[in-house]
């Protein structure tokens, strides 16, 4: 039975989805005005891992993931940069894309751009305004959080704690300028900043506010209501204390039956963001020599609720997990002797994938999950000796099962073999191997140990099989 922490209840729940069997899963996506850094990938890879154990649970999951291409930052930095807002947004959400893919985060099924449902957004406002939740005011139309019962309900406030603190919260979170501190822009009017980027409408010339565009596109995609919305922390006020008010009150229903989020990330005990400039981007961490879907283990295996403390120790020590399950991979490539045995492999199986989901089932307890990893690689490798091709076949599909939901097995298996492949047809390499077998037929042993230790400095282990045979490996990912 899978259980989910609910953000809007404070509890954690079983998951029963609106419609059996199929989810409806939003989360938010970019603002497309520079590169992500690790501490927003944070939120990506949670969604995904979200998504691959709801597929591998057995549900229909559709993901909605939007691109936030017009707000006050995209102008403001597209204007810097000489280039239309199209061309400055277009650059940065391919960049993003490409960063997805570096972590091995799938695509969602509909990735839509806020510039494109103006239409959807204009529908909901003029309804709000019909039914007396907005109020237009100078060339901008606001929300009025007094007109919505529940406001507040998600992020635990009270309209009066609003009242009190909005010049702290509302005003500087929003990052929007407004009459009434207390309520939040829809529509904002076309100032002589915006430059060219406004659109003619019923309600004037200008363009919408972030967070009418979430509202929009999930919507549209997903329904009125649905299972799933996900989101940083920092989202949950005031933006999705906002969707949920202006979903709610166009509506009439009840608008997400679920909210997660996940915990910043930290690096040296601050929340890494642009605007304190203490973040990394994937292409810094390439650059420092490691494999980007090192950040992916990184992000995963401390809870999503728990705030994760970046450091460069911690991708050492990812890049040992990946080398561990490699090594096993490996291990049980080469498994060539059969017949029988009383090793229960598949009793073994049975038992880790039990184990597995009960642990993801816990509110997506990945440390647990990683743990019964470990345990099985452990239980593994003491009996190798033991084990036959055909259980060797099962347990090697049994990772890459359990690889649909952690997404990071498969790929450095597959990066290994294509690495493999190349040194094989490296004839520098083969030359160097066809000269040690001579000095080994020859009994010249140390020039023999010569080339091979020079070929293991290189991270090429060659190991002896009986005859003039031998086993080719690699000592790096």
């Not at 010339?205 to 979430?214: L, N, S, T």
């Not at 490296?426 to 140390?446: A, G």
Request: charged letters at 30%; glycine letters at 6%.
């Amino acid at each position: 039975m899978l259980k989910i922490f609910n953000t809007l209840t404070r509890k954690l729940e079983e998951f029963k989805p609106l419609h059996k069997n199929k989810v409806g899963l939003y989360s938010c996506g970019p603002t497309v005005y520079n590169y992500v850094h690790l501490g927003n990938l944070r939120a990506y890879v949670f969604v995904d891992m979200l998504k691959r154990y709801l597929v591998w649970r057995g549900y229909e999951v559709t993901h909605v993931m939007n691109i936030t291409d017009v707000d006050d930052k995209t102008i403001r930095d597209s204007q810097k940069s000489g280039k239309t807002l199209k061309e400055f947004t277009d650059f940065y959400e391919e960049a993003f894309i490409k960063d997805l893919d570096s972590v091995n985060v799938r695509l969602p099924d509909v990735m839509p751009r806020a510039t494109e449902h103006l239409e959807e957004m204009i529908s909901i406002i003029r309804s709000l305004l019909e039914k007396g939740y907005a109020y237009k005011q100078g060339d901008s139309i606001y929300f009025s959080i007094s007109k919505s019962e529940n406001y507040g309900e998600l992020a635990e406030l009270s309209k009066q704690n609003l009242k009190e603190n909005a010049d702290q919260r509302l005003n500087v979170k929003d990052e929007y300028e407004k009459d009434s501190a207390n309520d939040f822009v829809l529509w904002k009017g076309w100032k002589e900043e915006d430059g060219d980027v406004y659109w003619e409408t019923e309600f004037g010339k200008g363009r919408p506010g972030w967070h009418i565009e979430c509202s929009a596109m999930s919507m549209k995609y997903l329904g009125e209501s649905f299972d799933i919305h996900c989101g940083g922390e920092d989202l949950v006020f005031p933006h999705h204390t906002n969707e949920i008010a202006q979903s709610e009150g166009c509506t009439g229903k009840h608008f997400v039956k679920y909210w997660m989020h996940n915990a910043h990330l930290l690096i040296e005990g601050q929340k890494m963001s642009k605007s304190l400039g203490n973040f990394f981007t994937l292409r810094e961490i390439a650059d420092k020599g490691y494999l980007p879907i090192l950040v992916r283990i990184v992000l995963m295996k401390v809870h999503y609720r728990q705030n994760l403390n970046f450091t460069f120790v911690g991708l050492d020590e990812a890049q040992a997990i990946a080398k561990k399950i490699l090594d096993t991979l490996i291990d049980l490539d080469f498994i060539t002797a059969t017949g029988e045995n009383d090793f229960d492999a598949a009793g073994l199986v049975e038992g880790s994938r039990q184990k597995f989901l009960e642990a993801m089932d816990e509110d997506l307890n990945v440390s647990g999950a990683f743990a019964e990893l470990m345990n099985l690689l452990a239980e593994v490798n003491r009996q190798i000796k033991r084990i036959n091709p055909v259980q060797a076949k099962l347990l090697k599909e049994y990772l890459f099962e359990l690889d649909g939901v952690l997404g990071f097995i498969r790929l450095i298996y597959d990066r290994y073999l294509v690495n493999l492949a190349r040194v094989e047809k490296d004839s520098e390499i083969q030359e160097k191997i066809k000269q040690r077998l001579f000095f080994k037929s020859n009994k010249e042993y140390e020039k023999a140990d010569g080339i091979r230790a020079e070929l293991l400095a290189r991270g090429i282990l060659i190991s002896d099989a009986p005859g003039d045979k031998y086993v080719l490996r690699l000592s790096y990912l």
